[in-house]
């Protein structure tokens, strides 16, 4: 029991202090001095009912994102300055030795950290070059050193000499990264817990609203009513599936993480052609499923919670759809993987306006490398084949395409924001993501007309898709089905979800040449310019 009371005691006492800092509360005839320590050093001391709200307030799942600092070089006696995270002033610089008797040699990175604003925090680092990463955390004011024995190769040598060791910092620091790892790590649990966070984050990152709808949440629908060319738009909300799509609606402004395209035999039977199903063996491919199959895993086996809307052609554009030219594309297409080639290339369009702070091009580098060493055949699927064409160049390495583009004067962000080509072929064959998949299909059934040869739709994220005027803008020729229990009238059929889905910019854009090329993506607003 005296154990007892002395934890409530301490616990107590660290609360008071903490509401004192965080409030800016002074004590009386105290001048100004160094913080003991910051809320965000002790919070997690507390109970969890008290720490817990007040660390979501200061930290967030953007948190988990290294920011660039900077590139410590050995050119000049370069030194670079910066502000940390703990330790206000922080500089480094780079000495190239040949300790090892190697040869190329290796180097020293050095830190130095001092001015620290409170007793208890830290800074937490990461280094990198194309061919490493490491890692590295700091307590103390003094100077620390990261020793590479050897160079890897010429390759590595001759970066580091032109371009330095990027240098990342955690900018919440240790807490503040676990804080938000706890914000993240729940997206991608098949849970209610999982749920609420999801939609949490889009609430809070995207200002989405989540409006309950009427019950029931299940359309009953005609499927005499549904069409060639109709499109589906599907937001999945927990699992696997959700807390991906929710990161994925983050960066790109989408209300909406999978899509769909709806087909008719010549039978009249309904099918539904998908870029994203799971095969038997687990693999994500494109398949051609009839209606009935589709919408009962839907309806019945697939945990993610999805919210399902139909968005269906307008008049015009489903007279124009050549049924059969769309049957043999997706015909030719079914039982190939999913495009995971270009998965992120239609997100990247501009050189620093994708990026959610602190992301940017050069902590999309490092991540890549960090998943290279780790997951090597699954970089390559991932980007490698896509960062070689856009150089033209063959079979080279991530850490080869970084030189490579260093050798080429440009930069890794340039790279990166090099349109995808609807006619590149990959390994595998062509890639499509789900999107890229159905307006693939449109393009082959004629609804870009002469556009069609200088629209790359695998540029196209969804929310350029379901942004396009390609769909029904008149309420009154929506089926009598659709909405019809709701109190809100959507412009489109929501067919399966407890929230409203959302889909602003929803039918407002003429398609034009080049579109979705040169777009920025930057929350919460996505602001988006004319004609890029």
Known sequence: MVLFRMIKAHQLLLMFLAILAVSGIGLPGVQAFKAPFRPGDVLPLLPRQVSWPILSALNNAADLLPSFVGAATASN???????????????????????????????????????????????????????????????LSRE???DFKEWESEAEYEFVKNRGVSIFLMQAGMLGTLQALWEVFPLFTNTGWGENSNLAFLKKHMGA?????????????????????????????????????????????????????????????????????????????????????????ELTKDDSNPHIALLPLHPELRAKFNETAAWEYAKSMSGKPYG????????????????????????????????????????????NEALNKRLGSQNLSLSEVLVEVEKRGSSFGELLAIPEQDDWVYADGKSTSCVAFVFELYKEAGLFGKLASSIQVTE?????????????????????????????????CQIRGKYRMELPGYNT?????????????????????AGC
């Open 77 to 139: 006696n370069s030194v670079l300055n910066w502000k940390g995270a703990c330790f206000y002033n922080s500089t480094a610089w780079l000495e190239f030795h040949n300790n090892s008797g190697s040869e190329f040699g290796g180097g020293t990175l050095h830190i130095k950290v001092s001015n620290a604003h409170s007793w208890t925090c830290m800074d937490l680092y990461v280094f990198a070059t194309p061919f490493r990463v490491t890692w590295d955390y700091y307590l």
């Open 144 to 146: 620390h050193t990261i």
């Open 209 to 297: 609203s989540f409006e309950e709808r009427p019950q029931p949440w299940v359309t009953n629908i005609t499927v005499d009513d549904i069409h060639s060319g109709d499109f589906l738009a599907l937001s999945k909300i927990q699992g696997r599936w959700g807390g991906f799509e929710t990161l994925e609606k983050w960066v790109t402004g989408s209300y909406a993480g999978h899509s769909a395209v709806c087909l008719r035999d010549s039978e009249g039977k309904l099918w539904v052609a998908e870029s994203g199903h799971e095969n038997e063996k687990g693999e994500d491919v494109i398949a051609i499923l009839p209606w009935d199959e589709w919408w009962e895993f």
């Open 340 to 383: 995971y080639h270009n998965l992120i290339f239609s997100w990247i369009d501009t050189i620093s306006g994708n990026y959610p702070a602190p992301l940017d091009a050069h902590l999309v580098a490092s991540v890549m490398t960090v998943w290279t060493q780790m997951q090597p055949a699954y970089a390559a699927n991932m980007w």
């Open 460 to 492: 196209f994220t969804i929310k350029d898709a379901y942004s396009l005027k390609f769909f029904e803008n008149n309420s009154s020729r929506l089926p009598t089905w659709c909405n019809d229990v709701d109190t809100v009238k959507l412009p489109f």
């Open 509 to 529: 854009m003429d398609p034009y040449a080049h579109m979705n090329e040169r777009c920025p993506s930057l929350p919460p607003k996505y602001y988006r310019p």
